[in-house]
């Protein structure tokens, strides 16, 4: 049995710990700052909890000494400092930030590191990488890469069409700060909330536009290989124009404090959410203009004997999915590894990438 560390015992931690000890492969220490949330973590015999200030360095570092890999789910801005630690105790590093500098911190910490550091383990970046990099793979050379991924929720019932599903400070994140594309060949920055567009899946018209970090560090794979790239997230129509009001004519971009206060006091959270992954490759092969598109719904249902919602489960699967395939030895043990270095065959072949399996969410949704 491999013991790691889990880092932040919120709804997502406390998602990938549960996942993990219900296989009896791993033994998982939770770590939090915070009691009262270290209290809330499911009880089970390989899950045991960890008070722990992220703050202090040196016992961050203790934490981690002789562990198999430490897995941060802490807000973004205190991720560079699991890193670190990591680096310093020798331990495989594995999160799931969207936030493209500290991605950016990672990859350096990660020169000559002798344990594998791995980014952007989630949904958005993570899964939705190892797909858009599998369906460009199929082509000769490439034209466009459109990649849509939107946790929302089934039911939704205020002006925003939405109810707060994962980590408030990461969404604000996403909305405010810049975002990478691939413009003409060129990867360039362009501003978060814009380049609105509409599509429809399965019946139900979504509206799309930029937000930062989903992309992960495929741009720079694809960069000069491909004329068009971006990521956009989805959401129900209507809920970008009153954002782009809170953060603009309300100037709630520069008053991030407010912001989420409002959030988390007027947007309800729900556990019954879909999480929509939409991506469209167009490019030649054999001499022909094609496309190839992956698109998939998962829903909310009962994962390791707990009901979760659809973002925890995929977030906490994308993750311990590529624990699992590193400690098979599927992917490299030093360095740093890109998303896109894995296999979506053997990432859905997983135990845990199954949860991405379109006829499980199904069972998930009837259950």
């Known amino acids: 049995m491999k013991s790691v560390v889990v880092i932040g015992a919120g709804k997502i931690g406390g998602a990938i710990a549960l996942m993990l000890a219900a296989t009896g492969d791993w033994q998982v220490t939770v770590a939090d700052r915070s009691p009262e949330q270290l209290a809330k973590l499911d009880k089970h015999p390989a899950i045991d909890g960890l008070a722990l200030d992220i703050l202090n360095h040196g016992e961050v570092v203790e934490a981690l000494r002789g562990?198999?890999?430490?897995?941060?789910?802490?807000?973004?801005?205190?991720?560079?400092?699991?890193a670190q630690a990591a680096r310093e105790a020798g331990v495989h590093y594995l999160d799931l930030t969207e936030d493209v500098a500290t991605t950016r911190m990672v990859e350096t910490l990660a020169e000559g590191a002798s344990s594998a550091f791995i980014p952007q383990c989630g949904l958005a970046p993570g899964f939705i990488s190892i797909v858009a990099?599998?369906?460009?793979?199929?082509?000769?050379?490439?034209?466009?890469?459109?990649?849509r991924v939107g946790a929302l929720p089934q039911y939704p019932s205020n002006a925003l069409n939405y109810n707060l599903t994962w980590s408030t400070d990461g969404l604000i994140n996403e909305y405010i700060e810049p975002c990478e594309a691939i413009v003409e060949g060129r990867l360039i920055s362009v501003p978060a909330m814009e380049e609105r567009e509409e599509f429809s899946l399965d019946g139900v018209t979504y509206e799309a536009?930029?937000?930062?970090?989903?992309?992960?560090t495929l741009a720079k794979t694809l960069e000069g290989r491909v004329r068009t790239m971006n990521y956009r997230t989805i959401r129900y129509p209507g809920h970008q124009a009153i954002i782009k009001a809170l953060l603009n004519d309300f100037n709630l971009r520069n008053r991030r404090d407010v912001l989420k206060d409002l959030f988390e006091n007027a947007l309800p959270a729900t556990m019954q959410d879909v999480v929509v992954v939409f991506v469209t490759v167009c490019g030649w092969r054999e001499g022909r203009y094609l496309q190839e598109t992956y698109a998939n719904k998962i829903y909310a249902g009962v994962v390791a004997g707990r009901r979760m919602s659809a973002i925890q489960i995929t977030t906490a699967a994308g993750i311990t999915g590529v624990l699992d395939l590193l400690a098979e030895g599927k992917?490299?043990?030093?360095?740093f590894v890109r998303q896109e270095e894995i296999a979506l065959s053997d990432f859905l072949a997983n135990r845990f990438g199954r949860a991405y399996d379109p006829e499980a969410a199904t069972l998930r949704k009837a259950g």
């Open 331 to 335: 992917l490299p043990t030093t360095g």
């Open 67 to 82: 562990r198999f890999a430490v897995l941060s789910a802490a807000p973004f801005h205190l991720t560079g400092r699991i």
């Open 209 to 216: 536009f930029n937000t930062s970090g989903g992309l992960g």
């Open 133 to 147: 990099n599998d369906l460009a793979a199929r082509f000769d050379s490439l034209d466009s890469v459109r990649m």
